[in-house]
């Protein structure tokens, strides 16, 4: 069961000590309380956890904090939308909104090789209107003698060149908990020029103490990638442990699922699940065309299949797009052969615009 505590009920008050008192005797209950911080108002959530199927619902409602009381299932206690379920979906973080109704696109280089490639790349991003980014500084491969990133060596200058280019947010993936503070760290050296979104990569995606560590900070939203061969309920499971943790802003990353069935793609393309995601849970729903696809070989038609999995993906509804871009990716260190080629980025951004605003058309159509 959870409850919706008046708006800013402040912890010294009557109302809140009253109300906590009586939750925290009922018997066979124990209680986690998750503090949800918006632009307006601070909302608490308390949840009861335990057999709570025998509590009156109405007595709770009576309490004197408690706004509202929602019966939840055990999945996604959180995350999850649940039966008379109003809470908002999605938040804003340095000043950029993520919802499960607006998109945001994140092109940039999946590894960070020279700052030559990094600016090229960013000074693109400008001018073509763009303030989101993802660079990879730590790279989990396949081959232990593959490039594994620059790490934390790279973070200061990268994240300089981020806001010399207006950029707003960096998705960048973490494969160990010390690498929330180097980040932590190299952005309060630089004055925080930017923001970063926190990664887990698809090979990580159960790794439970990583998650644990990333819920445990709310500096830092999160973008959690679908596990490449497991459920889509333990995935989404997944998420559930950094809001289960204190973290709730995360968004869902399909990514492909790893089968020979995909074959000549890298993963078999998975974007039918972004409806399903969004039903399911209030998470805001990204593609990753790059690592799904795998490869920049075009149709009969002059659109590469990258492209085509992108439009797929947010005419459903996606409301991110994760995509590797290099400006030589011959010369790249990692994934060159999936990267967007800088002529192509510009039809990109507008073909992204068009299928968005196709899928509002829809949703009205559906709607009325
Ligand atoms: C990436 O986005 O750079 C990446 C490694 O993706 P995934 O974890 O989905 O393979
Ligand atoms: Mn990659």
Redesign the pocket.
Known sequence: MLLILHPDTRKDSDAYRNTLGFLENLPGISIRLHEVTGQQQTLTEVYLLGDTKALDASEITALPAVERVIRISDDYRILGRHKDDQRQSGFTYNGVHFGQDNLNVFAGL??VDNPRNVEATLKLLQENGQICT?M?AY??RTNPYSFQGHGKDCLPWVFELAGKYGIKVIAM?VTHENHIEEIDQALEQTGRPTGVML?V????TQNFELLKAIGRQQTYPALL?RG?GITLNESLNAAEYMASEGNANVVF?L??MKTEAGNPHRNMVDFAHIPVVKRLTRMPVCV?P??SVGLRDRAPDGISDIVHATAQGVIAGANMV?V?FHPEPEKAL??GPQALLPGELPAFLEDIRLCHELYLKRQTLYRS
Request: hydrophobic share 15%; glycine share 12%; proline share 4%.
């Open positions: 999946c590894a993802r990879g790279k989990p993936e990664q990569g698809t090979r990580n990638k490449f990353c990514r492909g990753d790059s690592h994760l590797d990692v994934d």
